[in-house]
């Protein structure tokens, strides 16, 4: 499975090469990032909002929500909120766009908005909801305004029709702007994006992690030996500007100024410290450390603690890789 990924990026680069408009990009990329939109979306759609909203390298940083289960609150929610809204405010993002699915129901859909709209890195940017079905149509929901109309238009006259969804693969991915959806030969796999890519371990008090041990548990009863994980650390080898910046930023925490962020990178950093089998102090090796933690993260959750006790689950359940932020060349690790 990773194998096909892998082919499927490097035709991906190749395609892009070839193309002015998305050779410019990545262009663009190699410079560093400086993102606009924070874009919101359920795990299971995350890849093809990408696609659906016709959003290019660099347009969007990202984070994931779980399928039609309300945003928590900042209180309750400190890895989104602390981690990719966090982040993102120091782009000056002007937009905060939360994706749903046309049948999602009401209550979740503007308790959602209204939990991004209080938090205090999204003071300065402006929070709509986009409930949208597979085609593109879609519909505002929250306090709809004017830019808020041409922004969606904007987006709609840019959607393309995205591929069918691999259900059997899960993807956990950094929030960066600059990286593509990987993609399986099935279509587009689920996604986690978050800061670093990282995944924190189960804990009984946490709401946050909970509420992820319940997906892993629904996605895994379908079909289990089937299922895969694949967590993917970014950067460049020898390119500063293409590392990944929570890696960067977890090799110095108390640089940061923001409390709440710093919290999470401190996490990243004391997990990835102790995964890390190379001791490479580099923002590289940061990010394949960070990868490694996620991983044995994954490994306290009661779901999948369960179906590999049970041997339900193939060895290489959990993979992991290594894409490059510019081309979104995928390599395993």
């Not at 982040?87 to 937009?95: A, K, L, P």
């Not at 995205?162 to 959806?181: I, K, M």
């Not at 110095?252 to 102090?281: C, F, G, M, Y």
């Amino acid at each position: 499975m990773l194998e096909a990924m892998v082919e499927k990026s490097r035709q991906l680069a190749e395609e892009r090469e070839r193309s002015f408009r998305l050779r410019a990009g990545m262009e663009l990329a190699a410079k560093g990032q400086n993102p606009h939109i924070l874009v919101v979306s359920p795990i299971h759609k995350s890849g093809h909002d990408y696609i659906l909203l016709g959003l290019g390298q660099g347009d969007a940083f990202w984070a994931t929500r779980l399928p039609r289960t309300r945003l928590l609150d900042s209180d309750e929610s400190p890895f989104l909120f602390g981690g990719p809204a966090a982040y993102s405010s120091q782009f000056g993002i002007v937009f905060a766009v939360i994706t749903f699915e046309s049948d999602e129901p009401d209550d979740v859909v503007q308790e959602s908005v209204s939990a991004f709209t209080q938090n205090e890195h999204m003071r300065a940017a402006h929070v709509i909801g986009l409930q949208m079905d597979p085609t593109g149509s879609y519909r505002l929901v929250g306090e709809v305004k004017f830019r808020d109309r041409i922004l969606a238009r904007l987006l709609a006259a840019r959607r393309r029709r995205p591929s069918e969804t691999d259900h059997n693969v899960l993807v956990v991915l950094c929030s960066d702007s600059r990286l593509l959806p990987p993609s399986t030969s099935s279509g587009i796999p689920l996604m986690i994006r978050t800061l670093g890519g990282f995944v924190p371990a189960l804990d009984d008090a946490s709401r946050e992690t909970q509420e992820l041990d319940d997906f892993l548990a629904h996605w895994l009863e379908e079909e289990p030996s089937r299922k895969r994980i694949v967590v993917i650390a970014h950067g460049h080898a020898t390119n500063e500007a293409a590392v990944c910046g929570a890696a960067k930023a977890s090799l110095n925490p108390s640089e940061l100024t923001d409390e709440s962020l710093q919290l999470i990178v401190k996490r990243i950093a004391n997990d990835a410290k102790r995964a890390d089998r190379a001791h490479d102090a580099t923002p590289y090796g940061r990010a394949i450390a960070t990868a490694r933690a996620t991983r044995e993260n994954l490994r306290t959750y009661t779901a999948i603690r369960e179906f590999e006790r049970k041997r339900l689950l193939p060895s290489e359940f959990i993979q992991l890789a290594f894409m490059d932020t510019i081309t979104g060349v995928l390599a395993p690790l």
